[in-house]
């Protein structure tokens, strides 16, 4: 497991969340490094038909994640019209065993 999923990992199982700034600084990523691995573990989480490891990250400011987010996720075939409604669902989906 690579040491975003294990970060991702943790702050699922402990219900928090973290910008997309502080996690990259955190594994000492550039922002755009962090994105794109982002996606490419969305892409994962969607076709093996799990909730999206990467709603733990947040936009800095707020409690959901940025734009881009809820893009992939439509791209994936898992639109959100409700985002909070969804971020919520897929962050207890995520929390389930």
Do not use: C, I, W
């Not at 992939?72 to 389930?96: C, I, M, N, Y």
């Amino acid at each position: 497991m690579s040491a975003l999923e294990n970060a991702l990992a943790a702050l699922a199982a402990s219900g928090q969340t973290t910008s997309y700034g502080a996690l990259a600084r955190d594994l000492g990523l550039r922002m755009g490094e962090l994105t794109a691995a982002l996606e490419t573990l969305m892409e994962e989480d969607a076709a093996l038909g799990r909730p999206f490891r990467a709603v733990v990250v947040h936009a800095r400011g707020g409690s959901l994640p940025a734009r881009g987010f809820f893009d992939k996720a439509a791209e994936l075939g898992r639109p959100a019209p409700d985002p909070a409604a969804f971020v919520a669902a897929e962050r207890r989906a995520l929390t389930r065993p």
